[in-house]
């Protein structure tokens, strides 16, 4: 049998890895996700969006494949702050993940159940609360903020703003305290999640997802995984 030249090897498998990080997962590709290599793969695109290296967004071809279905990796709660633009942070494209957005990033049934969904019927691994620095819904919190339907959006994530002990100036002025608040808020978030939901705590139990929480700095784009 003719031998395959090294070379020629190895760029089949450049092929194959770039093939793997451009195009979105496959229900193949999927079943061999774990919670662990999904985080490490997002955390990998954190790596290139922050150092200005992101992918070929492959938008066409991923447009096409997209019609065979989803196989996302992660669900991904994050608050609706424009200067987090979540698949960009991760470097994911269409097909990738699930992003679910509100001002806080706190759940509520219509996250809970969308959770739900995407890790017990579509497959993710991963479910991630993204807070980020400087968040206006947690300031507002801090600050009592009181308008329309804000106000009771506000109201849950005051448990995390009484969560911080200490502080002389427990307003949104003072940004120690408010990045307290904000690291408080997604711990809540995720207590939260695993009281609130039976499905979510049970796949989490079975080690089918995993749970986890960071902050995301706008001053370099990191994102930072919380303990
Ligand atoms: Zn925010």
């Known amino acids: 049998m003719k031998s395959i030249p090294t070379t020629a090897l190895l760029s089949l498998l450049a092929v194959g890895s770039l093939a793997a990080t451009t195009l979105q997962p496959d229900a193949e590709a999927q079943k061999k996700l774990t919670p662990d290599s ?6 990998a695109g954190n790596e290139r969006y ?30 609706v702050d424009s200067r987090v633009p979540v698949e960009q ?10 992003v679910g957005r509100v001002a806080g990033n706190v759940e509520g049934v219509d996250q809970l159940g969308s959770m739900e969904f995407a890790s017990k019927v ?18 507002g919190a801090c600050d009592h903020v009181k308008m329309g339907n804000l106000t009771e959006l506000l109201d849950e994530i005051t448990p ?3 969560s911080v002990e200490g502080h002389e100036d427990r307003s949104s002025k003072n940004k120690e305290f408010v990045d307290e608040v904000i690291e408080a ?10 009281e609130r939901s039976e499905v979510l705590a049970e796949l989490e139990k079975d080690g089918a997802i995993k749970i986890v929480g960071g902050v995301y700095s706008l001053h ?8």
């Open 220 to 227: 370099d784009g990191k994102v930072t995984l919380l303990d």
């Open 38 to 43: 999904v985080l490490e793969d997002l955390m």
């Open 185 to 194: 808020n997604v711990r809540k978030t995720i207590a939260d999640l695993r």
């Open 89 to 98: 942070v991760f470097d994911q494209g269409i097909g990738d993940i699930f």
């Open 122 to 139: 579509a497959g993710v691994k991963l479910v991630m609360v993204l807070g980020h620095e400087a968040c206006g819904a947690v300031k």
């Open 160 to 162: 995390a703003v009484e």
């Open 50 to 79: 922050v150092e200005g290296k992101l992918s070929d967004p492959n938008v066409l071809p991923r447009v096409k494949k997209a019609v065979e279905g989803q196989f996302p990796k992660a669900y991904i709660l994050s608050c």
